[in-house]
């Protein structure tokens, strides 16, 4: 495989398992937005494309888009939905398409011309995603101490014997 789309497929991979969307990774891995989608989705039907995700989500220990989700909301950036206030007058169609607002819970226009703009709560996300990591260290921990009781008595019926 080439340097260069070894690169695309690795930042494609990683961007899609910390944003769970195949159109929104394949545009941060260097995709035209306008092929983004078709892309990722050529992508995530390779063996390489998914094994490595399979492998990133097992070294992030997370569940998916659930936590990715929880992690944009988290720890993403707000600048395009501060970018969008700020702007004297509405962006074309194409501008708009290109910010990531992600992290906007509401848009609407106010009375005096302006506009409101309501984010999600990062807190509220924060512990979320502490709840969702928690619930998988659990689960662990609940799986390695039942491998741990059916091998005590695995040795058990191998002592009777």
């Avoid at 394949?26 to 390779?46: C, D, H, N, Q, Y």
């Avoid at 708009?96 to 990062?122: A, H, P, Q, T, Y």
């Avoid at 799986?143 to 009777?160: G, H, P, R, T, V």
């Amino acid at each position: 495989m080439k340097r260069n789309t070894r690169s695309k497929l690795n930042a494609f991979c990683c961007n899609y398992v910390i944003l769970g969307s195949a159109e929104e990774a394949a545009v941060r891995a260097g995709f035209p937005r306008e092929t983004a989608l078709s892309e990722g989705i050529e992508l995530m039907k390779t063996e390489e494309c998914c094994s490595l995700i399979a492998q990133l989500r097992e070294l992030l220990s997370d569940s998916g888009s659930v936590a990715a989700g929880l992690k944009r909301l988290a720890f993403g950036s707000c600048s395009d939905a501060v970018y969008l206030v700020f702007a004297d007058e509405l962006p074309p169609p194409d501008v708009i398409g290109r910010l990531d607002l992600f992290n906007v819970s509401e848009i609407k226009r106010v009375k005096g011309g302006g506009v409101e703009v309501k984010l999600f709560d990062r807190l509220k996300a924060l512990e979320k995603l502490f709840e969702l990591e928690n619930a998988f260290s659990d689960r662990d921990k609940a799986a390695s101490l039942i491998k741990a009781l059916s091998a005590d008595e695995e040795c058990e019926a191998l002592d009777d014997n």
